[in-house]
């Protein structure tokens, strides 16, 4: 809604007047009335922030930190916080309610907000006891017996946001959504809830719950260091960053509890820092973001360098290569981390998502080992199955950098663990005189090579999105890279997605479920019939061509 005649609408005044007599918070109570009294000038953002209510989807609440509905703020959350806990009563769920919490701007006031709402209706509230991974609070739903978990986490947003994701405990999330993000039809229960929540000022608030000791984070360390084997290599050189989130010193803790060498960190980056000082955007994938850690690598003389993103669920690593040091794609480590633990021996299924590259489902089906492909979201891998109850999940990746090395653990992307088996192989080829890069050129040799690359656009008009994806399904290619398209996948009414194949090459495109965003995951497959660098190089030459078709299919 954007307001272009300077007299404000009279609906639009009682709502912003309604919702600020309700507000809990003295200081979010100031905020909008500073925007009150800049009307009519600032008639714009009024609309912007009452424009809707911040939708509690799979992912939870995600927005910026602002007074009202459509923002992150205590309102807000106490009202999510009710509407949750109103749902877990509703069902019958039995056990606390342990909640985490990063160092963002407001984390810990939004974290024990939702525990005295949750003591207020007589449930039992964990709170951890300090800014934590999200893996943590993962870990801690399983290990507490919680009905529920609650992390106030924005991950990778810019500082100015802030969310909160819920995950459930086994009583109401069943044995594969033990200590996993929600999926329908929970969310729309829980946003039904939410929206039967009356007055604010109503709700009843207890006292701020129980701080768990420091106990939950020796646990969780015990258990990923034994995700690594105890009598292999350990002579492993890193350098580490955790973009002034939280990882930082659970990673300093972790490697030395496997066994490994305390890593270097890029010591700008250490501290959390909610404003990310740093960093353009604190999202280890985007350009330039982990820079400081590769030349902290290169200068040490380190084997690897990893970076963690704020929250630390996501995990990337970069290399020395041929031609300087370079940041492996989630896809590569995916398939590294997979090829890894098969080889150790490790049974069972391996998951992806229908964006990730679809080389893991080629190595599963040549190794003869389960295999499934889900939605994109760590909520739909750990839940991946085919059908038969003798495969359970071993390991699951998508290819923003998100692996579940360990879902007996960590039912969600853990980006520790995940940097921990990454030290494992790094230190078992390097005994071996050998290389990550080595093992990718062995992958390739044996399987092609499958490169990948993603077309991502972002928006400031989110209409602009949804025309880009009717322009492709009404005028859909008929060839790529000059091949005939083999099959066009459409997945509405359920999922806004769609998947275009060649022989070689494939096409998915969906928008972002997180970010103003469309994106479109591009893969082309180039048989090695000689040289793996010749190989590599023809692929990138038919990635930079499908990405311009893509672009152009697209109209952006």
């Given at each position: 809604?954007t307001i272009?005649?300077?007299?404000?609408?009279?609906?639009?005044l009682?709502r912003?007047t309604?919702w600020?007599?309700?507000?809990p918070?003295r200081?979010?109570?100031a905020e909008l009335?500073r925007?009150?009294d800049?009307?009519p000038?600032t008639?714009a953002?009024?609309?912007?922030?009452?424009?809707g209510s911040?939708a509690?989807?799979?992912?939870g609440?995600?927005?910026?930190?602002?007074?009202g509905?459509?923002g992150?703020n205590?309102a807000?959350?106490?009202?999510a916080?009710?509407g949750?806990?109103?749902?877990?009563?509703e069902?019958?769920?039995?056990g606390p309610?342990?909640?985490?919490?990063?160092?963002?701007?407001r984390?810990?006031e939004?974290?024990?907000?939702t525990?005295r709402v949750a003591?207020?209706?007589g449930r039992?509230?964990?709170?951890?006891?300090?800014?934590?991974?999200t893996?943590i609070?993962?870990?801690?739903?399983?290990?507490l017996?919680a009905?529920?978990?609650v992390?106030v986490?924005a991950?990778?947003?810019?500082p100015?946001?802030?969310?909160?994701?819920?995950?459930?405990?086994e009583g109401l999330?069943?044995?594969t959504?033990a200590?996993?993000?929600?999926v329908?039809p929970?969310?729309?229960?829980?946003?039904?809830?939410?929206r039967?929540?009356?007055?604010?000022?109503?709700?009843?608030l207890g006292?701020?719950?129980t701080?768990?000791?420091e106990d939950i984070v020796?646990?969780y360390?015990?258990?990923?260091?034994g995700v690594?084997?105890?009598?292999?290599?350990?002579?492993l050189?890193?350098?580490?960053?955790p973009?002034?989130?939280?990882?930082?010193?659970?990673?300093?803790a972790?490697?030395?509890?496997?066994g490994?060498a305390?890593?270097?960190?890029?010591?700008?980056?250490?501290e959390p820092?909610?404003?990310?000082?740093?960093?353009?955007?604190?999202?280890?994938?985007?350009?330039?973001a982990?820079d400081?850690?590769?030349a902290?690598?290169?200068?040490?003389?380190a084997?690897l360098?990893?970076?963690n993103?704020?929250d630390a669920?996501r995990c990337a690593v970069a290399?020395?290569d041929?031609?300087g040091?370079?940041?492996l794609?989630g896809?590569?480590?995916?398939v590294?981390?997979?090829?890894?633990?098969?080889?150790?021996?490790?049974?069972?299924?391996?998951?992806?998502?229908?964006?990730s590259?679809s080389?893991?489902g080629?190595?599963?089906r040549?190794?003869g080992?389960?295999?499934?492909?889900?939605l994109?979201?760590?909520?739909w891998?750990?839940r991946?199955?085919?059908?038969s109850?003798?495969?359970?999940?071993?390991?699951?990746?998508?290819e923003?950098?998100?692996y579940?090395?360990?879902?007996?653990l960590?039912?969600d992307?853990?980006?520790?663990s995940?940097a921990?088996?990454?030290c494992e192989l790094?230190a078992?080829?390097r005994?071996?005189g050998r290389?990550?890069?080595?093992?990718l050129?062995?992958?390739?040799t044996?399987?092609g090579?499958?490169?990948?690359?993603?077309?991502s656009?972002r928006?400031?008009?989110?209409?602009?999105i949804?025309r880009a994806?009717?322009?492709i399904?009404?005028?859909s290619?008929?060839?790529?890279?000059?091949?005939?398209v083999?099959?066009?996948?459409?997945?509405?009414p359920e999922?806004d997605?769609i998947?275009?194949?060649t022989?070689?090459?494939?096409?998915?495109v969906?928008?972002?479920?997180?970010?103003?965003?469309?994106k479109?995951?591009?893969?082309v497959i180039e048989p090695v019939?000689?040289d793996?660098?010749?190989a590599?190089q023809?692929?990138a030459a038919g990635?930079?061509a499908?990405?311009?078709?893509?672009a152009a299919?697209?109209?952006v």
């Open positions: 809604m272009t005649d300077p007299a404000v609408p009279d609906g639009l009682a912003a309604q600020q007599a309700d507000d918070d200081t979010d109570q009335q925007v009150l800049g009307l000038g008639g953002e009024l609309a912007d922030r009452f424009a911040l509690f989807g799979t992912a609440l995600r927005g910026p930190l602002r007074a509905p459509n992150m205590l807000v959350v106490r009202g916080a009710a949750l806990v109103g749902w877990l009563a069902r019958g769920g039995d309610l342990v909640i985490g919490y990063d160092a963002r701007h984390s810990r939004f974290a024990e907000e525990a003591t207020g209706a039992a509230a964990l709170l951890l006891p300090r800014p934590l991974p893996p609070l993962a870990y801690a739903v399983r290990r017996g009905v529920a978990g992390m986490t991950s990778h947003n810019p100015r946001d802030n969310g909160y994701k819920v995950y459930l405990g999330g069943g044995a959504g200590g996993a993000q929600i329908p929970a969310d729309a229960g829980i946003e039904a809830a939410i039967a929540v009356g007055p604010l000022k109503a709700v009843p006292p701020p719950g701080v768990v000791d020796k646990s360390l015990d258990s990923v260091a690594v084997a105890p009598d292999g290599p350990r002579d050189t890193v350098a580490y960053t973009l002034h989130g939280v990882g930082g010193a659970v990673v300093l972790a490697l030395p509890a496997a490994f305390r890593p270097s960190i890029v010591d700008v980056q250490a820092d909610p404003e990310f000082p740093t960093v353009s955007f604190p999202n280890p994938e985007e350009p330039g982990i400081r850690a590769i902290l690598a290169s200068s040490t003389g084997d360098a990893i970076a993103d704020p669920d290399v020395p041929r031609d040091w370079r940041m794609r896809d590569e480590v995916g590294l981390l997979a090829d890894h633990l098969m080889r150790r021996g490790v049974r069972g299924l391996y998951a992806t998502t229908i964006v590259s080389l893991l080629a190595i599963c040549q190794r080992l389960p295999y499934a492909e889900t994109t979201g760590f909520k891998i750990v991946a199955t085919t059908g109850a003798e495969d359970e999940l071993v390991y699951g990746y998508e923003a950098l998100g579940c090395v360990a879902p007996e960590v039912r992307k853990d980006g520790i995940a921990l088996l990454m790094a078992g080829l005994a071996a290389t990550l890069v080595d093992r050129d062995e992958i390739a044996e399987f090579v499958y490169a990948t690359d993603q077309l656009v928006v400031e008009d989110l209409t602009e949804g994806m009717d322009r399904r009404a005028q290619p008929a060839t790529l890279l000059g091949e005939p083999a099959s066009v996948e459409d997945l509405l999922n997605v998947t275009i194949r022989r070689s090459a494939r096409v998915v969906r928008p972002s479920g997180t970010e103003p965003k469309l479109a995951y591009l893969e019939t000689g793996v660098a010749q590599r023809r692929a990635l930079a499908l990405r311009a078709e893509t299919a697209l109209g």
